[in-house]
């Protein structure tokens, strides 16, 4: 495949890993690269390793003051769209120095249109990875009508979590066909590599009855960098809701953790695998169940990551295939490898004339 040129929104614990997981990957070029406080561009490639080193431990995670003011107003707004401590200024997760996020960076340039000047440049941009937080469960489905108003064609993809999301994807999804945009959805690891393992364990099968998801994550290094995932991650426990966990301060997301000793555990979790793996035929959503555990003061899985799908033969055996993640790998190169993948897979389909909303399960075997 020719040279990929991408580009990135969110650099946050997701996007720098997806730009620096993309260096191990043939034939991609990060082009564009944009925070809620900068962009850095560059049509001949970003210095990633530069862009890396100036945003490390300097990731501009917080939004704007009062997330929770932050009213979708006009579809151009850039507006806050997450949760926690209000941070530009000082607040931003593990900020050192006076700048924090891509401003930081030698390539980065303030603005306050981060993704209205992506878009700007995107005629150039082949495909445009979205690692953007999703606390406001529109955000992404918005943005991704704003390069279709602006006639983008291309590919699209995000690594978002909630089944609720694809539905609002969906609605979209004429729009997104009639500007040539190809838009991958839930395709970083749960939903993504997982839903795909999922679609692929059940080709043995003619009826599947059940996909069992049960995760395990090891975040001691890397929490400062994925606070985001975490706050979204709360939202699922018993007693809290988006809106509570959105609403949270830092303080009391680490009271919470003191509680639970570090260790989350999740069940019956609003991950999109659902709903991906019944549009592409493989079963119910209500025949996928998602948990699993997090553990913030480990490197260590607290338990191993599985994919099982029951289902029976057609010559009559029941059985489970299941799938079975090395407890070495990280959520990060569960999440980016797959997503850089898929999004190849996404620019195969684009340069085809594909176009519309397609999941994980869409890009494997049929059923
Ligand atoms: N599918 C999976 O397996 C999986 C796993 C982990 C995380 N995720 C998802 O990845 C996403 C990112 O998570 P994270 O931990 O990197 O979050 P984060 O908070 O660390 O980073 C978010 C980034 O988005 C930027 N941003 C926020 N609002 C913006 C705006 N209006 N314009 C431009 N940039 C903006 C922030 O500045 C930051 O750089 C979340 O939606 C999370 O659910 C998915």
Redesign the pocket.
């Known amino acids: 495949m020719d040279d990929i040129h991408f580009a990135v929104?969110?650099?946050?614990?997701?996007?720098r890993r997806t730009l620096e997981v993309s260096q191990h990957k043939d034939g991609l070029t990060a082009v564009a690269a944009?925070?809620?406080?900068g962009v850095a561009l560059d049509h001949d490639g970003l210095d990633v390793d530069e862009l890396l080193a100036a945003t490390e431990g300097n990731?501009?995670?917080g939004?704007a003051e009062h997330a929770s003011d932050s009213t979708p107003a006009a579809p151009t707004d850039?507006?806050?769209?997450?949760g926690g401590a209000a941070a530009v200024e000082g607040g931003g997760?593990k900020q050192h120095g006076d700048q924090s996020?891509i401003v930081a960076s030698e390539q980065g340039e303030p603005t306050e249109t981060?993704?209205d000047d992506i878009i700007a440049e995107s005629d150039a941009i082949d495909a445009v990875l979205l690692?953007?937080?999703?606390l406001e469960h529109d955000f992404i489905p918005r943005v991704a009508e704003r390069f279709a108003e602006a006639d983008y064609e291309g590919v699209m993809i995000d690594?978002?979590?909630r089944s609720r999301v694809i539905g609002m994807l969906d609605d979209r999804e004429d729009l997104l066909k009639a500007s040539g945009i190809t838009f991958v959805c839930?395709a970083?690891?749960?939903?993504?590599f997982l839903t795909g393992a999922a679609a692929l364990a059940a080709q043995s099968f003619v009826e599947v009855e059940e996909v069992e998801i049960w995760w395990g994550v090891g975040l001691k290094s890397g929490y400062e960098?994925?606070?985001?995932?975490v706050r979204?991650d709360i939202a699922h426990l018993d007693g809290y809701d988006i809106e509570t966990a959105r609403e949270m301060s830092e303080a009391e997301i680490e009271a919470l953790i003191d509680e639970h000793d570090g260790v989350l555990e999740f069940h019956d979790m609003e991950h999109a695998d659902d709903v991906l793996l019944e549009r592409a035929g493989i079963c119910d959503a209500e025949d996928v169940h998602v948990g699993g555990v997090l553990d913030v003061r480990s490197d260590e899985k607290p338990t191993t990551t599985t994919v099982s799908v029951t289902g029976t033969t057609f010559d009559g055996e029941t059985g489970t295939n299941t799938f079975e993640l090395d407890d070495v790998t990280s959520?990060e190169a569960n999440?980016n490898g797959p997503a850089l993948g898929y999004l190849k897979a996404g620019v195969r389909n684009n340069r085809a004339g594909h176009y519309g909303v397609f999941g994980p399960a869409d890009l494997m075997p049929g059923f």
């Not at 960098?225 to 995932?229: C, K, L």
């Open positions: 929104l969110g650099t946050g614990g997701i996007g944009c925070d809620r406080n990731i501009a995670s939004p850039d507006y806050a769209s997450d997760v996020g981060p993704i690692a953007l937080p999703n690594v978002l979590k839930g970083g690891a749960t939903p993504g960098d994925n606070r985001g995932t979204e959520m999440v």
